[in-house]
């Protein structure tokens, strides 16, 4: 829940022009569109209206109800691009708005989610998965999605040993592909450190704790929940492991001279 102090809200407040239920100068409609583009959010949710239907009361419940870092996502967009939005007879946002939006930042998610894309010309369900990974994170619930970052591996390193000319079949387990891909990399390159090489077969058990992780502490299954910091450090290394494999397929491709195919032709 977001913890913004009652003088920071006032602040917030007469900034946004929110003393008779508006903020800047959205259309009911403009506003809707504003947060569903930033945060994936209906602010026309029933629950937004706790505190009455108006714009500005919706958007304190969604300063309420919503974590540190998803409160931040939005106030940054709206006062980091100011002069694009509805903002006329507004004034610039102040140095201390600014400092209240970093004080947010810095209670949120510290995974870089770039790497965790579907790659160009996946499947529908992979892109699916893909951005409900991100989304994840970026509202700083990494523990509601460790379910869907085990999917998305499975999708990922499908198509990786495809790549590598691996057989690929439904019932072999995520860390068994990745023990594969592993050996195919060794014997096919182009890694050179052996401490690469053993992060890469570290990465297999971990892999295989993530297939448990799965099934006992996500919503795959009627569980109790992963910690919110372990699950912030799982989605930190796979999401680095993901970024280093596809750095080193980039490369694979330059030396080839083109790209290998990445379609996505497995048969389930």
């Known amino acids: 829940m977001g913890d913004l102090s009652a003088i920071e809200q006032r602040k917030l407040e007469r900034l946004l022009g929110m003393h008779n ?100 010309g996946a499947d529908e369900a992979f892109v699916t998965v893909a951005r409900h990974v991100r989304e994840a994170i970026e509202r700083n619930e990494p523990e509601a999605a460790i379910d869907r970052l085990h999917t998305f591996m499975v999708k990922y390193l499908r198509r990786l040993c495809t790549r590598r000319g691996i057989e690929v079949t439904r019932d072999k387990p995520l860390h068994s592909l990745m023990g594969e891909y592993s050996k195919a990399v060794r014997e096919q390159g182009p890694i050179e450190s052996k401490i690469t090489l053993r992060i890469l077969r570290s990465t297999i058990s971990i892999l295989e704790d993530l297939n448990s992780a799965r099934n006992e502490r996500s919503l795959a299954h009627d569980n109790d929940l992963m910690d919110h910091d372990e699950s912030v450090l799982v989605f930190s290394h796979v999401s680095s492991v993901v970024w280093f494999l596809g750095s080193v397929e980039s490369r694979v491709d330059r030396e080839i001279g083109h790209a290998l195919d990445w379609d996505d032709r497995i048969p389930f």
């Open 21 to 120: 239920g508006y903020v800047l100068e959205f259309s009911n409609a403009s506003f809707g569109d504003f947060f569903a583009d930033v945060a994936h959010i209906d602010i026309y949710d029933a629950k937004y209206a706790r505190g009455g239907t108006s714009k500005a009361n919706r958007m304190r419940a969604f300063w309420e109800l919503e974590p540190n870092y998803t409160v931040a996502t939005v106030l940054g967009t709206l006062l980091e691009n100011w002069e694009y939005l509805p903002t006329v007879g507004f004034k610039p946002p102040t140095r201390e708005a600014l400092a209240i939006i970093e004080r947010l930042r810095g209670c949120g998610p510290v995974v870089d989610t770039s790497a965790l894309a579907a790659p160009v």
